[in-house]
């Protein structure tokens, strides 16, 4: 039976929950979009980004899912000595730890394949009148 996007998802959330475990509180590696962090820093999220219909459907093949993992770190915190540089440093970190997830796990589980779909993206983006550091993810996945 293949496997939905939502499983896939989910998955996915669980390796990066375990392989991010120094670096995110495993309680803010979600499977899926939270719109308000009370402030929380880091945030990892993987939130569902499309499928590729006419290939799953109409030719008979593999399932083609896309999902984004998206992180955030809180850019700038002048009351808890939270500064810019550490938020870079943070962001790099995670991206690194992401990327080598996604190697690890690149044919494990619910999928055939993992990669990412393009290059990722940093930037600065508000939630909730804070200020983070936001990277994206966009990542592909092959399910038979």
Known sequence: M???R??????????LRADLS????????????????DGATPIVQVTSAGVDWDNATMRGGKNIYFLSVESFVLHKHTE?????AMAEDLID??????LDCL???KSKGLWMKIRLHERTLV???AVSGLTYLYEVFPIILEVM
């Open 103 to 105: 190697v690890r796990n």
């Open 93 to 98: 970190d995670i991206g690194e730890a992401v």
């Open 80 to 84: 808890s000595g939270w500064t810019e």
């Open 2 to 4: 293949t496997a939905t």
């Open 6 to 15: 939502k499983e896939c998802r989910k998955a996915l959330a669980d390796f």
């Open 22 to 37: 120094t670096l995110v509180d495993s309680n803010w590696v979600l499977d899926h979009q939270l719109t308000d962090f």
């Open 123 to 125: 930037t600065r983006t």
